[in-house]
């Protein structure tokens, strides 16, 4: 519904990527929630300053409405120090923020909902994988009812192969790129965040127009499916062994809701702890994509 007058609004709610450690949840916006963001703009440069553009756009024109801001980062403060704690410098956490922080937290938090909605179960009794997979990708582990780990880290760069994001690398290969082609920091940050990824392996960042691609034969698409399949099954495998088995495995955004194949080429591994699709329900985009029995 479209509003027809600005005084039907109760209130205006703004996505915020990056909350670093300052916020565990959405928060009304108050002058400290906005110093806050801005602290974490080090953090998110490309997203954050936008972010309270908009905050500062609506406290000028609705001075008296209330706001909410809404962070990607909140629902993986939950995440424990062994999973978001990298083997640097202490001083690199300390004084800079270096950590894994994970992204995609309004996606992963409300499909984990959802999915135990599904099942009939409380989100506290099941251990769940969910995989945003988008544009942008990422997984997430959900046990006790709350994110454990997930694929993306301290940047949404790291984890899984996206459209046009690289995902995890040896971290030596930016600095060999510069010092070996004499590359600046911004080319190499360049390269990886939007000419990497499925655009790098098959000239086509559109998980459709590989698909597609790959039905008419064309390598560079076929090997870019495979890649990007087995990047997600590593993750759901060691998700699996974090948290000591797997009640539900969850499929989002715009690839993991509506390609049927590729929810079956990454769940085919997963046979030896008893899952098992349902051909015509997963053909059918149906909630639940496995068989009666399927102990997944």
């Given at each position: 519904?479209?509003l027809?007058?600005?005084?039907?609004?109760?209130?205006?709610?703004?996505?915020?990527?990056?909350?670093?450690?300052?916020?565990?949840?959405?928060?009304?916006?108050?002058?400290?929630?906005?110093?806050?963001?801005?602290?974490?703009?080090?953090?998110?440069p490309?997203?954050?300053?936008?972010?309270?553009?908009?905050?500062?756009?609506?406290?000028?024109?609705?001075?008296?409405?209330?706001?909410?801001?809404?962070?990607d980062?909140?629902?993986h403060?939950?995440?424990?120090?062994?999973?978001?704690?990298?083997?640097?410098?202490?001083?690199?956490?300390?004084?800079?923020k270096?950590?894994k922080?994970?992204?995609?937290g309004t996606?992963?938090?409300?499909?984990?909902?959802k999915?135990?909605?599904?099942?009939g179960?409380?989100l506290?009794?099941?251990?769940?994988?969910t995989?945003?997979?988008g544009?942008?990708?990422?997984l997430?582990?959900?046990?006790?009812?709350?994110?454990?780990?997930?694929?993306?880290?301290?940047?949404?760069?790291?984890g899984?192969?996206?459209?046009?994001?690289?995902g995890?690398?040896?971290?030596?290969?930016p600095?060999h790129?510069?010092?070996?082609?004499?590359?600046?920091?911004?080319?190499?940050?360049t390269?990886?965040?939007k000419?990497?990824?499925?655009?790098?392996?098959?000239?086509?960042?559109?998980?459709?127009d590989?698909?597609q691609?790959?039905?008419?034969?064309?390598k560079?698409?076929?090997?870019?499916?495979?890649?990007?399949?087995?990047?997600?099954?590593?993750?759901?495998?060691?998700?699996i062994?974090?948290m000591?088995?797997?009640?539900?495995i969850?499929?989002?955004?715009?690839?993991?809701?509506?390609?049927?194949?590729?929810?079956?080429?990454?769940?085919?591994?997963?046979?030896?702890?008893?899952?098992?699709?349902?051909?015509?329900?997963?053909n059918?985009?149906?909630?639940v994509?496995?068989?009666?029995?399927?102990?997944?």
């Amino acid at each position: 519904a479209v509003l027809t007058s600005l005084d039907e609004r109760s209130g205006v709610g703004h996505r915020v990527v990056h909350g670093g450690e300052d916020f565990t949840s959405s928060v009304v916006v108050t002058r400290d929630v906005v110093k806050a963001i801005e602290r974490n703009s080090m953090l998110a440069p490309l997203h954050n300053p936008p972010n309270l553009m908009g905050i500062k756009a609506i406290t000028a024109l609705l001075p008296d409405t209330p706001q909410v801001a809404v962070f990607d980062t909140a629902v993986h403060q939950s995440m424990p120090k062994k999973a978001y704690m990298y083997a640097l410098p202490r001083a690199q956490y300390t004084n800079y923020k270096i950590r894994k922080y994970g992204f995609h937290g309004t996606s992963h938090g409300y499909v984990a909902k959802k999915a135990a909605e599904a099942l009939g179960k409380p989100l506290e009794d099941l251990k769940l994988i969910t995989c945003h997979l988008g544009n942008g990708g990422s997984l997430a582990a959900f046990m006790d009812g709350h994110s454990v780990d997930t694929s993306m880290g301290f940047t949404p760069l790291d984890g899984i192969i996206m459209g046009t994001r690289s995902g995890t690398l040896d971290p030596y290969i930016p600095l060999h790129i510069m010092e070996s082609q004499e590359l600046s920091p911004a080319q190499v940050s360049t390269m990886l965040n939007k000419h990497g990824g499925l655009l790098a392996i098959s000239g086509k960042s559109d998980m459709r127009d590989n698909v597609q691609g790959a039905a008419e034969g064309d390598k560079g698409c076929q090997l870019a499916i495979e890649m990007f399949c087995y990047s997600i099954q590593k993750y759901i495998g060691s998700y699996i062994a974090a948290m000591n088995g797997v009640d539900g495995i969850v499929f989002t955004a715009g690839v993991g809701e509506n390609n049927p194949r590729l929810r079956e080429k990454i769940l085919e591994n997963f046979s030896f702890i008893g899952l098992k699709v349902d051909e015509e329900r997963n053909n059918a985009n149906e909630t639940v994509i496995t068989t009666d029995d399927s102990k997944v």
